[in-house]
T-cell receptor, first 110, second 113 residues
């Protein structure tokens, strides 16, 4: 699976949109971009994934660039409960491994 | 809502002792993962199963760690003997297929003293 690069940490004001970037310049054609988050002392939680098109669900939106070399996870109205480590993973193929990096620690502040 | 079940939630063991963790994946999920997470780091894949077969155990320290999923359903991860450096969170996850979203359990926090 392709390696991803994320900023170590980010801050966001409560109620504002949180935009978390991810670079995956070596992503291959069959690899999806997955986002997970991990709230302190809990297991990671699936957020969203996409291949080429932008995706939206009840938790977040995922914007993938046309060349697929980077993406942005958007939390439209961040709350204090969104404070967590967010992981971006390029993952694909039935035998592919779900490999986590160090992620981005998002701190939502009042 | 279906969940991945793990037990125990917490385990304290003395070094050189044996310890085992259990995971029951979401029903129907063929792929099962075991991860180790050291404080402050991302989860590290230890072993991946597809049904009862090991797909990847390249990062599993096989001199002391073993994992099995005999009937392709629940799974056990064992450490024998435990070392101080094994203190970590052990996470189990499952997915319907290897390339679909994975669902994680709450983990087992292991402390080796």
């Amino acid at each position: 699976d392709a390696k991803t690069t994320q900023p170590t940490s980010m801050d966001c004001a409560e109620g504002r949109a949180a935009n978390l970037p991810c670079n995956h310049s070596t992503i291959s054609g069959n690899e999806y971009v997955y986002w997970y988050r991990q709230i302190h002392s809990q297991g990671p939680q699936y957020i969203i994934h996409g291949l080429k098109n932008n995706e939206t669900n009840e938790m977040a939106s995922l914007i993938i660039t046309e060349d697929r070399k980077s993406s942005t996870l958007i939390l439209p109205h961040a709350t204090l409960r969104d404070t967590a480590v967010y992981y971006c993973i390029a993952h694909g193929g039935s035998q592919g491994n779900l490999i986590f990096g160090k992620g981005t620690k998002l701190s939502v502040k009042p | 809502e279906a969940e991945v079940a793990q037990s125990p939630r917490y385990k304290i063991t003395e070094k050189s002792q044996a310890v085992a963790f259990w995971c029951d994946p979401i029903s129907g999920h063929a792929t099962l993962y075991w991860y180790r997470q050291i404080l402050g780091q991302g989860p590290e894949l230890l072993v991946q199963f597809q049904d009862e077969s090991v797909v990847d155990d390249s990062q599993l320290p096989k001199d002391r760690f073993s994992a099995e999923r005999l009937k392709g359903v629940d799974s056990t991860l064992k450490i024998q003997p435990a070392e101080l450096g094994d203190s970590a969170m052990y996470l189990c996850a499952s997915s319907f297929l290897g390339d679909t979203e994975a669902f994680f359990g709450q983990g087992t926090r292991l402390t080796v003293v």
